[in-house]
């Protein structure tokens, strides 16, 4: 399979400047309501912040994949003497929270790096962090081309144009036999 170069897109986070100010959580809640910019509601934002202010704890996560149920995992770490709870890490939309999703729906959110942004903009979270505890990060990775169903529809739609479909669906019968 062909090898193509892919832009990875990753924003790292320097915990030591972040001071929880949730800049980050208003303009990306408001970036993506309906209509744009209509309103703010850190709830509705796809990175959240873990705040305890008493224990100096300023946790920025963002947002990633839905679970569909709760992990049997619960860790604690304790880094620079700080300790953080049970999934303060994890970027999971899950049951076992209220963090990442919508808060009149239910629907898990995710982040999406603002894709709707011109090229060349950093994402709205990094550009509202005037602590720079968000850095915006680019490189390129060589990866398998995915093939596109599209132009699998292609390709069978002219075999189909030049064979004929029995023929195609009798060809396709006798490969699937041999496994
Ligand atoms: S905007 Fe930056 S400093 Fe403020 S809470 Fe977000 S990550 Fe932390
Ligand atoms: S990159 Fe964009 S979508 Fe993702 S958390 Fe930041 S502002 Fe929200």
Not at 16 to 22: L, S
Request: glycine residues 6%.
């Amino acid at each position: 399979m062909a090898k193509i170069k892919k832009k990875i897109k990753t924003i790292k986070i320097d915990l030591d400047k972040c001071n929880g100010c949730r800049a980050c959580e208003v303009i990306c809640s408001a970036f993506h309501a309906t209509p744009k910019y209509s309103s703010s509601n850190p709830a509705r934002s796809r990175i959240r912040l873990i705040r305890e202010p008493l224990k100096d704890v300023y946790l920025p996560v963002y947002a990633g994949e839905y679970a569909p149920a709760e992990c049997m995992g619960r860790d604690k770490y304790v880094i620079d003497g700080k300790e953080y709870g049970e999934c303060s890490f994890c970027r999971a939309s899950c049951p076992s929270r209220d963090a990442f999703k919508e808060p009149d729906s239910g629907l898990p959110l995710k982040c999406d790096m603002c894709e709707d942004l011109p090229p060349g903009e950093k994402p709205l979270c990094v550009q509202w962090c005037l602590n720079d505890a968000l850095i915006y990060e680019e490189r390129e990775e060589e990866v398998e081309e995915e093939v596109k169903s599209e132009d699998v529809e292609i390709g069978v739609e002219s075999m189909v144009d030049k064979y004929g479909l029995q023929k195609v669906m009798d060809t396709v019968a006798r490969m699937s036999k041999k496994g």
